[in-house]
């Protein structure tokens, strides 16, 4: 777990671990907003690293089973894809639009995987349209 001996060390490094593009604003107050003083002083995000790993691991050991379980969501399902994501290609997301039954999806230009601090505009558009319809 990474750990910061000032909480301007951790936004420091959050930004420069984004890349280009997102609002420096934005960033910063995820950043303030998602990281707390540990027992030791030094400042360490909240989450829990361990089960994240865990997770991921699960994740990666059955695709197939996670496939399936995207085909059992019942209720409409909007998947929003940031079109520049080094997480999810487009790809993936088209065939996560073909497994859920009743999916919609769009995808929110000049935004990386952060879309709700990239492009909050765009992506509440979205949002909007779909549940008001």
């Not at 959050?14 to 280009?20: A, F, K, L, R």
């Not at 019942?74 to 894809?81: H, K, M, V």
């Not at 039954?101 to 492009?119: C, F, T």
Request: proline share 2%; with cysteine.
């Amino acid at each position: 777990m990474s750990k910061f001996n000032e909480r301007i060390e951790a936004v420091t490094s959050y930004i420069h671990s984004y890349g280009s593009g997102g609002d420096y604003e934005e960033l910063y107050k995820f950043v303030c907003n998602n990281v707390r003083m540990a027992k030791d002083g030094c400042w360490v995000w909240k989450f829990d690293a361990r089960k994240l790993i865990e997770w991921v691991e699960e994740a990666s050991a059955s695709e197939s089973l996670h496939w399936f379980r995207l085909g059992q969501i019942r209720c409409p399902t909007l998947i929003s894809r940031a079109s520049n994501s080094f997480f999810t290609t487009r790809s993936v997301a088209e065939r996560m639009q073909k497994e859920i039954p009743r999916a919609k999806l769009v995808e929110i230009s000049g935004s990386g995987h952060d879309i709700h601090m990239d492009n909050k505009d765009d992506l509440l558009a979205e949002l909007i349209e779909f549940l008001c319809h």
